[in-house]
């Protein structure tokens, strides 16, 4: 009979034990279910804050990042617009050197040509001094003596001879 004692369903102790776990039950659910709740929620709301907090720091990142973006693009069109401008500014300074440049040569030519003409004209003027003062020295010799066609053929080639030496 004894073997029946262990196995046989005492009822009383049925109702201890569910009395000892409902006890059980409402004093982890007092003081350790509800604590454990309440830690959860605010490490729920930490984590909604720090996610939150994340994406507002996202939005102000892409924010900054299309600002930057968008200077990075007017300085280089800036950067664009002042070398186009630096460059036009080359062509026109090195168009208006070389016009000055032209000019300088031209007025330098007429000069050298008004000098050119000059001393053409101080030559002729000098050839026909020349010219009088040996005519005037073949004159004199021709007053000295009377010139036969063979005579005057020489004071000719002699003259044409002396023209291009100094007397």
């Keep these: 009979m004894q073997s029946l004692d262990i196995i046989s369903v005492n009822i009383w102790q049925i109702i201890i034990s569910l009395a000892n776990l409902l006890i059980m039950f409402l004093v982890i659910r007092r003081f350790l279910f509800k604590p454990v709740q309440k830690m959860l929620e605010t ?87 020349e010219i009088s003062d040996i005519a005037v020295s073949i004159a004199g010799k021709v007053v000295e003596r009377e010139i036969s066609a063979e005579d005057h053929r020489d004071f000719v080639d002699d003259f044409i001879r002396n023209v291009g030496e100094k007397p």
């Design 43 to 129: 490490r729920k709301k930490q984590v909604d804050t720090i996610y939150a907090e994340a994406k507002e720091s996202r939005s102000a990142a892409d924010s900054l990042k299309r600002e930057y973006e968008n200077k990075m693009a007017s300085a280089r069109e800036e950067a664009d617009g002042l070398v186009r401008s630096a460059v036009q500014t080359a062509q026109k300074r090195s168009d208006a050197i070389m016009a000055e440049a032209a000019s300088q040569a031209s007025h330098m030519k007429q000069k050298a040509e008004e000098e050119i003409a000059k001393e053409k004209q101080q030559m002729l003027q000098d050839v026909r001094g």
